[in-house]
């Protein structure tokens, strides 16, 4: 539907891409952004492993934001995949806003990331991020740091988990988009098929109740998806992948508790995400070194995916 905005030319809509090292929060400011769960967040570094994109659209603008894998060293074929994923989408974009967690130090990792973003044409806001965990002093040290490192057209501070100035970086960015069209239909939250999320709600299930290696040598895949229009009911079939034989032990748990526990969860979510009942059936498979092994990789969707 074209609205009286678009017509009148002032419509406007663009890009916005959040990148930062590992654990930044950038996965949990685009679901404050967007009102709704759509991403998964947990404390394990290198939980988003995807580039999505997630849609904010009001009667004046349309905020289309890329979410990224954090950008860090990478130690394995996973990791440049994440890497070269999150570096892709600074290209082509209206805004890059860069998030720095204020309550880490700023460090090499972070230098690392601003010099990717240098490069970028794109107008670039910083945000400091978990401003409800900032010490006295903090909030103005990371400003400083990375504003000699890299120069900014705007900062905001913000606190995704409690909400706070949301609002303030709504605004300071859609001020940079250009007038343009809805470049998806209303309602439209995600750009991530469903299975894609299915698989993404599962595997944060895996991160958020496990721990060690298990959570890093996980990939999730799903096998099939049924919908009953009549009972409202999505039954979807679902592997875990590990590593070695001592992480399936992990994930099934003691008389098969964890997986339980997991799917449960997941479930829960998903019901959430979907305004549907949902039937989850997981099992576990071992496959060794998959993270060594690109096309394992791309199977699974990481990445750049397939
Ligand atoms: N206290 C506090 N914690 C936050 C805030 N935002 C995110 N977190 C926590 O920080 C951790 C990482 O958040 P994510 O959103 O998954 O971080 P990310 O940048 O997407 O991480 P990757 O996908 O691994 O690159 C999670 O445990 C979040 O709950 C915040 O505003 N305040
Ligand atoms: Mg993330």
Redesign the pocket.
Same mark, same amino acid.
């Given at each position: 539907m074209t609205g009286m905005a678009e017509q009148g030319g002032g419509f406007r809509s663009g890009f916005v891409t959040l990148v %930062?090292r590992?654990?930044?929060?950038? /996965? *949990? !400011?685009i679901n404050a952004i967007v009102g709704k769960k759509i991403?998964i967040? /947990?404390? *394990?570094?290198?939980?988003?492993r995807h580039r999505f994109r997630a849609v904010l659209d009001t009667a004046a603008f349309q905020l289309v934001l890329v &979410?990224t894998? %954090?950008i860090h060293k990478p130690i394995d074929a996973l990791g440049e995949e994440l890497n070269h994923s999150a570096v892709k989408a600074l290209e082509s974009v209206d805004v890059v806003a860069l998030?720095i967690d204020v309550s880490k130090p700023f460090g090499t990792g972070d230098v690392w990331v601003a010099d990717l973003v240098k490069n970028s044409r794109a107008k670039k806001v910083l945000v400091i /991020?978990?401003? &409800? !965990?900032a010490q006295p002093g903090q909030i103005e040290a990371q400003i400083e740091r990375a504003t000699q490192k890299l120069i900014f057209d705007d900062v905001v501070v913000? /606190?995704? !988990? &409690?909400g706070v100035n949301i609002d303030a970086f709504v605004s300071t960015v859609t001020a940079y988009l250009p007038p343009g069209p809805r470049w998806f239909p209303q309602g439209t939250s995600t750009d991530q098929p469903l299975e894609v999320v299915i698989a993404e709600f599962i595997r944060e299930k895996i991160l958020t109740h496990t721990f060690d290696e298990v959570p890093h040598a996980v990939g999730v895949a799903l096998e099939e998806l049924e919908y009953d229009p009549k009972k409202n009911l999505y039954s979807a079939y679902a592997t875990i992948y590990v590593e070695r034989d001592s992480q399936k032990g992990i994930i099934i748990g003691k008389g098969g508790e964890k997986i339980k526990t997991i799917g449960t969860l997941a479930r829960q979510d998903l019901a959430h995400f979907l305004a549907a009942r949902v039937y989850l059936d997981l099992r576990v498979k071992v496959r060794k070194a998959w993270r060594k092994d690109a096309n394992q990789i791309r199977r699974f969707g990481y990445g750049e995916g397939a």
């Amino acid at each position: 539907m074209t609205g009286m905005a678009e017509q009148g030319g002032g419509f406007r809509s663009g890009f916005v891409t959040l990148v %930062g090292r590992p654990n930044a929060g950038k /996965s *949990t !400011l685009i679901n404050a952004i967007v009102g709704k769960k759509i991403a998964i967040t /947990s404390n *394990t570094p290198q939980t988003t492993r995807h580039r999505f994109r997630a849609v904010l659209d009001t009667a004046a603008f349309q905020l289309v934001l890329v &979410d990224t894998p %954090g950008i860090h060293k990478p130690i394995d074929a996973l990791g440049e995949e994440l890497n070269h994923s999150a570096v892709k989408a600074l290209e082509s974009v209206d805004v890059v806003a860069l998030l720095i967690d204020v309550s880490k130090p700023f460090g090499t990792g972070d230098v690392w990331v601003a010099d990717l973003v240098k490069n970028s044409r794109a107008k670039k806001v910083l945000v400091i /991020s978990k401003a &409800d !965990l900032a010490q006295p002093g903090q909030i103005e040290a990371q400003i400083e740091r990375a504003t000699q490192k890299l120069i900014f057209d705007d900062v905001v501070v913000l /606190s995704a !988990l &409690d909400g706070v100035n949301i609002d303030a970086f709504v605004s300071t960015v859609t001020a940079y988009l250009p007038p343009g069209p809805r470049w998806f239909p209303q309602g439209t939250s995600t750009d991530q098929p469903l299975e894609v999320v299915i698989a993404e709600f599962i595997r944060e299930k895996i991160l958020t109740h496990t721990f060690d290696e298990v959570p890093h040598a996980v990939g999730v895949a799903l096998e099939e998806l049924e919908y009953d229009p009549k009972k409202n009911l999505y039954s979807a079939y679902a592997t875990i992948y590990v590593e070695r034989d001592s992480q399936k032990g992990i994930i099934i748990g003691k008389g098969g508790e964890k997986i339980k526990t997991i799917g449960t969860l997941a479930r829960q979510d998903l019901a959430h995400f979907l305004a549907a009942r949902v039937y989850l059936d997981l099992r576990v498979k071992v496959r060794k070194a998959w993270r060594k092994d690109a096309n394992q990789i791309r199977r699974f969707g990481y990445g750049e995916g397939a």
